[in-house]
Nanobody, 121 residues
Framework: VQLQASGGGLVQAGGSLKLSCAAS????????VGWFRQAPGKEREFVVT????????GYADSAKGRFTISRDNAKNTVYLQMNSLKPEDTAVYYC???????????????WGQGTQVTVSS
């Protein structure tokens, strides 16, 4: 399966962006999808995940109340709506798919190429 992340860009603090993660090659309806991010000089960190058919979500504390994950299985796409963005949200955002909705990257088998999000102060 191939994942294509898109929707990143430059936005001012307080602004919003909506990221998309489109899958091809195989349906990921039954699979969990997670978003992770990596800022320069930092380790990759968990942002949010959503399970397969039942859509159970889990958020990092940094994302709670500001970010919302959703999925459109008919389009084989997962979205990440990010509101009230802060400069510390600046990072490359990656989507990944795996068997369980975990905050740990090891449980994800396929990764997208990443999309840059830059939040200016």
């Amino acid at each position: 399966v191939q994942l294509q992340a898109s929707g990143g860009g430059l936005v001012q603090a307080g602004g919003s962006l909506k990221l998309s993660c489109a899958a091809s090659g195989r349906s990921f309806t039954s699979y969990a999808v997670g978003w992770f991010r990596q800022a320069p000089g930092k380790e990759r960190e968990f942002v949010v995940t959503i399970s397969g058919r039942d859509g159970i979500t889990g958020y990092a504390d940094s994302a709670k109340g500001r970010f919302t994950i959703s999925r459109d299985n008919a389009k084989n796409t997962v979205y990440l709506q990010m509101n009230s963005l802060k400069p510390e949200d600046t990072a490359v955002y990656y989507c990944a798919t795996g068997t369980i909705p975990s905050p740990r990257p090891i449980y994800y088998n396929y990764w997208g190429q990443g999309t840059q999000v830059t939040v200016s102060s």
